[in-house]
C-alpha cells in the first residue's frame, strides 16, 4: 500500500477525496453532539446545565489528546513523504504510547478536581452532584479517547479518510442510540439517567476504538506499530510536540473566548448572551465543512514538503482556501438572506430574533476573509510550524478580538461586540497571509 498516490493525483481531486469524509463525519459528529443534549435536557434542568458545566473539562481532554495526535499526524505524513518508512512507524507507536499516557494523567487529575471546579460555579448540590456522577464516568474513558484520536490521525497521514469516516460514524451512531436506552432505561436496561449519556459517550468511542484496531489488524494502513527500544527517537518526539502543543491550545482559545465574551455581554443583557450562544452552534455548521478540509489537507501538505514538491504544497493551499472560500460565500449569504429564520431555529422570541438577525449580518462580513487564517492554520501544522499556527490562533481568539470586544462595546454597546469579530478576521487574514507567503510559499524553495 504505497503513499505516492498524495504527489501523483491531480490536486482537486485529492482534496477533495480527503476531505469530504472528514467533512460527512464531523457533521455527524455535530447531530450527535446536539442529540445528546436534548436527551439530558429530557431528565431536568439541572441535568443539562451539569453537562454545561462539566463541558470545558471534557474539552480540555479532548483538546490534549487530538491536538498531540495532530503533531503526530504531521510528522508521520512527513517521514511517508520522505520515504522514510521506519520513522514514520515509530511516530505512529511513540503518538500512541505518549497519549494514553496523557489520558491516564488527565483521567485522575480532572476527576480530582471535578467537584471543586463545579462549586466555582453553583452552590446547588443536585447540579454538583449530577455533574460529579457524569465526570466520574465519562473520564474514565480519556485513555480510550487518546488511543482512537491517535488511531485516527494515523490512518489520515496514510490518506485512509474513508477507514476514519467509518469508525467516527460508527461511535457516534452508537451514542445516538445508546443515549435513550440508557438515560431511561428502554427494554432490558436500567434506568441510569445522566450516568447513562456518560456511559453511551464512553461505549461510542469504545466502539471507534475496537474499529480501528480492527482495521488496522487487517492492515488497511502502511503503518506497523512496534514496541521496542528502537521506537524511542528524541527528535520525533519533540517534532510531534512542537506541532501539538500549540495545536492543544489552538483548539482550547475558542472556550476561553466564548467565556470572556459571556462576561462582555452579560453586563447589557442575558438576551445577548443566548445570542452569542446560538451564532456558535449556527457557525459549527458552517466551520466544521471548512474544518474538514483542513483536515483532508494537512497530511497531503506534510506529505509533499516531505516529498520536496514545493510546487504542490502551494496549489494545495489555494486548493483548499478556494474550496473554503466558496463554503463561507454560502454561509455568508443565509445569514444575509435568511437571518431571522436561523436564529428561530432555537428560539421563538420576538426580541432575540431581532437582535440575533443583526448580530449575524454583522458577524457574517468575516466569513470570507476567515478562510485565510483557517487554511493557514492548516497548512502550517501540517508543515510542522506549530508555533506560527498558534500565533495566529492567538489573534483570531484572544489577543485582538478580546479587546476590540470591549473597547467596541463601551463605544456602541453589544453591537460593538459583533463588529470585533469581523474586524479581527481581517487583522488575522492579513498576518496570515504574511506567515504563509514566508513559509508555505517559500517552502524548501
Known sequence: ????????????????????????????????????????????E??????????????????????????????????????????????????????????????????????????????????????????RIAFLFSMVIAATMSLEKIFQATGRMMVTMVCMMSGCVANIILD?????????????????????????????????????????????IRLGREMFDAAITRKMYAVGVPATFSLALPSLLISCLNIILAASSEVYVLVLGVYYKLQTFLYLPANGIVQGMRPIVGYNY??????????????????????????????????????GLFSTSGETIALGSTALRIISLGFIISSVSVISCGALE??????????????????????????????WGPVGVWHAFWVTEVIAAAVSGVICKRNVFSAMT
Open 1 to 44: 500500500m504505497q503513499q505516492s498516490f498524495m504527489k501523483t493525483r491531480p490536486i482537486l481531486p485529492l482534496v477533495l477525496s480527503m476531505s469530504l469524509p472528514m467533512v460527512l463525519s464531523m457533521m455527524v459528529s455535530s447531530l450527535y453532539n446536539i442529540v445528546d443534549s436534548y436527551y439530558v435536557a429530557k431528565i431536568s
Open 46 to 135: 439541572d441535568a443539562m446545565t451539569a453537562l454545561s458545566l462539566v463541558y470545558p473539562v471534557q474539552n480540555l481532554i479532548n483538546a490534549v489528546t487530538i491536538g498531540f495526535s495532530i503533531g503526530a499526524n504531521a510528522v508521520i505524513a512527513y517521514h511517508l513523504g520522505a520515504q522514510e518508512t521506519e520513522k514514520a512507524n515509530a511516530a505512529a507507536a511513540q503518538s500512541i504510547l505518549w497519549n494514553v499516557l496523557h489520558g491516564a494523567v488527565l483521567t485522575v487529575g480532572c476527576i480530582a478536581v471535578m467537584p471543586a471546579f463545579l462549586r466555582m460555579f453553583t452552590a446547588d448540590p443536585v447540579i454538583v452532584d449530577m455533574g460529579v456522577r457524569y465526570a
Open 180 to 224: 435513550p436506552v440508557l438515560i431511561f432505561g428502554w427494554g432490558p436496561f436500567p434506568e441510569m439517567g445522566i450516568e447513562g449519556a456518560a456511559l453511551a459517550t464512553g461505549i461510542g468511542q469504545a466502539l471507534s476504538l475496537v474499529i480501528y484496531l480492527g482495521c488496522y489488524a487487517a492492515r488497511m494502513v502502511p503503518i506497523r
Open 306 to 343: 516531505g516529498a520536496k514538491e514545493p510546487a504542490r504544497v502551494r496549489k494545495i493551499f489555494l486548493t483548499g482556501l478556494a474550496l473554503s472560500a466558496g463554503i463561507m460565500v454560502l454561509g455568508t449569504a443565509l445569514c444575509w438572506t435568511v437571518p431571522g429564520q436561523l436564529i
Open 382 to 411: 501540517g508543515l510542522g510550524m506549530g508555533g506560527p499556527s498558534l500565533f495566529i490562533s492567538l489573534l483570531r481568539y484572544t489577543v485582538v478580538i478580546l479587546p476590540l470586544a470591549f473597547v467596541f462595546s463601551r463605544l
